[in-house]
């Protein structure tokens, strides 16, 4: 399963080697500290303002590419709920296998679960913390419920997302979810560009529940924005 870049060049997939100690499509998280995710252009979207399903493409530092995620969710429910929308997100490596999201349609406090897609084992959970006056917060859930790390998004949307806490030092950042410029085409398309840090030595389990982050705080901070600007051309 390969992608094309903007250029529509073909992209190479990295190839994970098996390991029986993790789950299968989880293997080529294990080495990896950071992850990029781009979010592709859909010409549709940009000719017609028509809300499509999200594609992102996930990268390792080197640019290979290590999972494609295609959304699955209601036609309507993409033009009239917006970021609200329930949906799926399943994401893949060269084998098909990899993570699912599932995150229902919700107004507030919002939350998403983390599936293994070979398994479909329980991975963990994201779930929105009500906060006042202080920006979003959100706890990330191991498989039993325990809160490993906390997401601490600012009020505003800027370029940082949210920084990455452990509950027992709520001060010191131990990793970051970073909106990336991602230049004029954020104003003909929904496409955006995001990058996340964590401590390499996490289990892969959690680092595939820190990519469910990622793509939430995509959803909650910028789809509606997105989809406005696409509208207005």
């Known amino acids: 399963m390969n992608g094309t870049n903007e250029g529509g060049h073909p992209e190479t997939m990295l190839v994970a080697i098996p390991s029986s100690n993790v789950i299968p499509g989880l293997e080529?998280?294990?080495?990896?500290?950071?992850?990029?995710?781009?979010?592709?252009?859909?010409?549709l979207e940009?000719?017609?303002?028509?809300?499509?399903?999200?594609?992102?493409?996930?990268?390792?530092p080197n640019g290979q590419m290590v999972y494609i995620g295609d959304e699955e969710s209601n036609c309507c429910a993409r033009q009239y709920c917006g970021s609200?929308?329930?949906?799926?997100?399943?994401?893949?490596?060269p084998n098909g296998f990899?993570?699912?999201l599932d995150r229902p349609l919700q107004c507030c406090l919002t939350s998403m679960s983390v599936f293994a897609i070979s398994t479909g084992q329980l991975l963990g959970t994201i779930q929105q913390q009500c906060v006042l006056c202080s920006g979003a917060r959100f706890n990330v859930n191991d498989e039993m419920g325990?809160?490993?790390?906390?997401?601490?998004?600012?009020?505003?949307?800027?370029?940082?997302?949210?920084n990455l806490v452990?509950?027992?030092?709520?001060?010191?950042?131990?990793?970051q979810i970073t909106k990336t410029w991602?230049?004029?085409?954020?104003?003909?398309?929904?496409?955006?560009?995001?990058?996340?840090?964590?401590?390499?030595?996490?289990?892969?389990?959690?680092?595939?529940?820190?990519?469910?982050?990622?793509?939430?705080?995509?959803?909650?901070?910028?789809?509606?924005?997105?989809s406005s600007h696409s509208r207005s051309y």
């Open 98 to 100: 990899g993570i699912l």
């Open 28 to 43: 080529c998280l294990l080495p990896l500290s950071q992850i990029f995710v781009r979010q592709q252009i859909d010409v």
């Open 46 to 60: 940009v000719l017609v303002g028509f809300e499509q399903s999200n594609r992102y493409v996930f990268f390792a």
């Open 182 to 226: 991602a230049g004029a085409q954020e104003f003909f398309t929904s496409a955006d560009n995001f990058g996340i840090s964590f401590p390499g030595d996490l289990s892969v389990n959690i680092k595939a529940v820190l990519l469910g982050a990622c793509i939430l705080i995509d959803f909650m901070f910028y789809e509606n924005k997105k």
């Open 84 to 93: 609200a929308r329930g949906f799926v997100l399943h994401i893949r490596d």
């Open 166 to 175: 452990s509950p027992s030092d709520y001060e010191t950042p131990i990793g």
């Open 146 to 162: 325990n809160v490993v790390f906390i997401i601490k998004a600012p009020c505003c949307t800027t370029a940082c997302c949210g």
